[in-house]
């Protein structure tokens, strides 16, 4: 009995150690890109050619299934994919495997609000400031910056929200791959799972219904309190 609430407790010590890694590598790298995205691709540096191929291949996963794009990037980044990375032997590997591919997913989403945030900027602003003589830094921090940040804000706010719910992506990645431990790259989430289902179907951990929805609610828990922290950090509807 001992030893079974021992191994439960650190089953949810990993969960919670991977939800936060997951969020914190997730959010930045996913509203980075798309920043990045958005400014090139306003900037008209772009040529229209490259445009299209950029947004097919950032927009084909937001227009299919999650079930489809994760197992489309599991045949490109598996032990016998385009990118080889044994599972097997490393477990954890498969944690980074699937924040590459909620990346991919949900970039699209976040691409369309900054894309839809630089197109609203007056470039009346720009011209003016060139006539100053500012320059490109004073330009970026003194009317670019400034009049993104609520979207900014909004997309950290559900981007934060969104990785700590996660549960698909390492789900349908472990299961077409076929590893019976889940331990090294479980979240919140998928713990709660875990629990509530019989042993031995996933991870060989017992059932226990009651461990199993405490850890669903202190998800929620956890969510209220990040969200909360986010939207000191970053209010919504104010200007840098």
Do not use: C, H
């Not at 799972?193 to 998800?219: D, E, H, K, W």
């Amino acid at each position: 009995m001992f030893k079974s609430e021992y191994a439960d407790t650190i089953a949810l010590g990993k969960a919670f150690n991977n939800t936060f890694k997951f969020a914190a590598i997730t959010v930045p790298i996913q509203i980075g890109i798309a920043l990045i995205l958005s400014s090139l691709l306003n900037s008209g540096v772009v040529k229209k050619g490259t445009k299209n191929f950029f947004l097919i291949f950032f927009f084909l996963p937001l227009i299919t299934s999650g079930v489809a794009s994760t197992t489309i990037f599991n045949r490109l980044v598996s032990p016998t994919g385009f990118i080889k990375i044994d599972y097997f032997k490393d477990p954890g590997q498969l944690l980074y495997v699937a924040i590459a591919a909620t990346v991919w997913q949900t970039v699209a989403s976040s691409l369309i609000l900054m894309n839809t945030a630089f197109s609203s900027i007056d470039k009346t602003q720009y011209e003016a400031a060139a006539i100053d003589g500012a320059s490109s830094y004073k330009k970026l921090t003194k009317i670019t910056l400034p009049s993104i940040f609520p979207i900014v804000a909004y997309t950290i706010f559900t981007g934060v929200i969104a990785a700590l719910a996660v549960f698909d992506g390492p789900f349908l990645l472990a299961s077409t791959a076929g590893i019976p431990d889940y331990s090294s790259f479980t979240t919140l989430i998928l713990a709660g799972y875990r629990f509530i289902q019989p042993v031995g179907s996933m991870g060989g951990l017992r059932t226990n219904i009651g461990l199993g929805t405490a850890i669903l609610f202190l998800t929620a828990f956890v969510m209220g309190v990040s969200t909360s922290l986010v939207n000191v950090l970053f209010p919504i509807g104010k200007a840098a």
